[in-house]
């Protein structure tokens, strides 16, 4: 498995994002665990969840848990596995979203995420999306503070614009690790913050990388026609062509299946021509 770095730690090219093994249409159980297990053997070292990820209001941090439960059961060497979790989210119940991103509730977020996960801090710890009803500067105090008390190791931000990520790396006096945005090749209005990220030199991880659940599947155009020419899946190309966007770039597909997150892996080693990425977007 190739590498890349986030901050000063070095994680393997791709990362497994937890997200549809906790909310709706989850599988069961054993196939999570067995999900989780199959990135680690494939050598996926980044884990991404969140809090919010559940479906009822009595089973916050779901997923969370579902982590920490699959990596203390695992029979290999976990210590170098990065989880990078989120907080400032919330889910009430009824299928909503809403936001929370409070200084006093942030920091509530990540000590209960911190006893979900069972360590003594966070390996990366983002705020989860703006909230209108916060001053951003607040919010990123915050995760600040969460880094100077060492509840935290390194700190992170997800569905921010440009000038959010110049704040956010001002206020954490130059720390900010990773921006986490949603960049697929259905959907790339994160290009600017991408392009950002590659000149600040801070990890860009995106979110649904190949489309989303919904649309994971139907990668056609170039994406099937440089998959037909390598003999793989589209769903690979797209990862390798995520990598070749740019050196910060580290995709996190959500996975629900060992056999989607294992194709997923082996898009890190998969080497695109000159002649495949002038077929793709």
């Known amino acids: 498995m190739r590498t890349r770095r986030i901050g000063e730690v070095e994680v393997s090219a791709i990362g497994l994002g937890g997200m549809p093994m906790s909310i709706e249409g989850r599988p069961d159980e054993e196939r999570s665990i067995r ?10 070292t980044l884990i991404d969840t969140a809090d919010a990820y559940h479906v009822g209001a009595d089973e916050v941090g779901h997923n969370e848990s579902l982590i920490a439960q699959a990596l203390a059961s695992y029979g290999g060497d976990t210590s170098g596995v990065l989880v990078a979790t989120k907080g400032g989210h919330l889910r009430p119940g009824d299928g909503s979203w809403t936001k929370n991103s409070s200084p006093d509730y942030l920091k509530q977020a990540c000590e209960a995420s911190l006893k979900r996960l069972g360590v003594e801090a966070i390996g990366l710890y983002q705020h989860h999306r703006p909230d209108p009803k916060v001053p951003y500067a607040d919010s990123i105090g915050a995760i600040r503070d969460l880094l100077d008390a060492g509840k935290i190791r390194m700190a992170g931000i997800s569905n921010a614009n440009p000038e959010q990520i110049r704040q956010a790396q001002e206020i954490l006096g130059g720390r900010l690790v990773a921006v986490q945005n949603q960049f697929s090749p259905a959907f790339r209005s994160s290009e600017p913050e991408l392009e950002l990220c590659t000149e600040l030199g801070i990890a860009f991880l995106p979110w649904s990388p190949l489309g989303g659940i919904s649309r994971a599947g139907g990668l056609g155009g ?6 037909a020419e390598h003999g793989v ?3 690979r190309v797209c990862v390798a062509w995520h990598l070749a966007k740019s050196p910060v770039s580290i995709p996190i597909p959500g996975s629900s299946r060992p056999e989607t997150i294992i194709d997923s892996a082996a898009g890190a080693d998969l080497e695109l021509t000159a002649e495949d990425l002038a077929l793709l977007p």
């Not at 999900?35 to 050598?43: E, R, S, V």
């Not at 170039?222 to 998959?227: L, Q």
């Open 222 to 227: 170039g994406f099937a026609d440089v998959a």
């Open 35 to 44: 999900t989780i297990h199959a990135a680690l053997d494939a050598g996926i």
């Open 233 to 235: 899946s589209p769903q």
